[in-house]
């Protein structure tokens, strides 16, 4: 299963990235640190979100709309007293030309929901309780959906070129979204 697979192909990437968002997320003191935080998320899902856009059609994913996405991170900054207009980092996204590699790095996307109430945990330590809705993904809901998106990958990600597809759309997913952290001196 595609779902297996992709976890397995990813690890190192994934495990990457999760260091140097969890270091940012630990240097959070105030609200306004938070906000300049989200604002590198808001910035690579914006990116992805164009990417992966011609290929989310209601046939290759049936709830997209209604999945969790950068206006939700614009409204957690905005919640904070952020603006979306100043001082957005550059970022990139993968190059998509297929429906497989939107769905690798969809997978990516979707993913960061699971991390999400570790997250909000965090940051309810650093009395920070405004401006979570992103991290708190699809609240109860949440292994739900997952449920539904890992089913729809392993449906529709099935021959090996598609798969292989997938696994590097996500791998890419995740090294770029650590490089729009990496040089990032969010709190410093």
């Known amino acids: 299963m595609i779902s297996t697979e992709l976890k397995e192909g990813t690890k190192d990437a994934h495990i990457e990235l999760e260091k140097i968002v969890v270091q940012q997320l630990k240097a959070i003191q105030t609200?306004?640190?938070?906000a300049r935080l989200l604002k590198y998320f808001y910035a690579f899902f914006c990116e992805v979100e164009k990417a992966i856009a011609p290929f989310m059609t209601s046939e290759v994913v049936p709830d997209y709309s209604e999945r969790r996405n950068a206006s939700h991170l614009k409204a957690d900054i905005e919640a904070l007293g952020g603006d979306v207009r100043k001082d957005i980092p550059r970022a990139t996204a993968p190059s998509i030309s297929t429906k497989y590699q939107a769905l690798g790095a969809l997978y990516v996307m979707e993913g960061s929901v699971l991390g999400g109430r570790t997250i909000?945990?965090?940051?309810?330590?650093?009395?920070?309780?405004?401006?979570?809705?992103?991290?708190?993904?699809?609240?109860?809901?949440?292994p739900v959906l997952w449920g539904r998106f890992i089913e729809l990958l392993n449906q529709q990600i099935t021959g090996d070129e598609h798969k292989r597809q997938a696994i590097q759309a996500a791998k890419d997913t995740f090294t770029l979204f650590a490089v729009t952290f990496r040089d990032a001196a969010v709190l410093h």
Do not use: A, P, Q
Request: proline content about 0%; hydrophobic content about 25%; glycine content about 12%.
């Open 31 to 34: 609200s306004e640190d938070y």
């Open 120 to 142: 909000v945990k965090m940051l309810e330590k650093n009395n920070i309780h405004t401006g979570i809705s992103f991290f708190s993904g699809y609240g109860e809901n949440t």
